[in-house]
């Protein structure tokens, strides 16, 4: 059974930062392309950013230069990195697996790409 389990989810002050992680289980982990996802309240599910299996990122045009995404293939984990956070980063944040034996490069930046879903970690920032 695949499990996607994310952590590192609070409150945090506007300008702040905080990292997530989501630890994978029941998959080849260095096999998947990875990604993070975000709902807002009110708002449709989108995407964040994403990792290949090679290292290659990409992120929303509306998190550049603020969050990195990272992964450690030792520890089936990948990150999020936010930084100067602001009140409209508030959301739920969810992580994605997607399978990518095709190629190394792959990023999935779509919800119809994911095999697999975390259960969420909720971010608030405060103003």
């Known amino acids: 059974q695949v499990q996607l389990v994310e952590s590192g989810g609070g409150l945090v002050q506007a300008g702040g930062s905080l990292r997530v992680s989501c630890t994978a289980s029941g998959l080849s982990f260095s096999m998947y392309a990875m990604g993070w996802f975000r709902r807002a309240p009110g708002k449709e599910r989108e995407f964040v950013g994403g990792?290949?299996?090679?290292?290659?990122?990409n992120a929303a045009d509306s998190v550049k230069g603020r969050f990195t995404i990272s992964r450690d293939n030792a520890k089936n984990t990948v990150y999020l990195e936010m930084n100067s956070l602001k009140s409209e980063d508030t959301a739920v944040y969810y992580c994605a697996a997607a399978s990518s034996y095709r190629s190394a490069m792959y990023v999935p930046i779509a919800e119809y790409q994911i095999n697999y879903w975390g259960q969420g970690t909720q971010v608030t920032v405060s103003s």
């Open positions: 990792i290949s299996r090679s290292g290659n990122t």
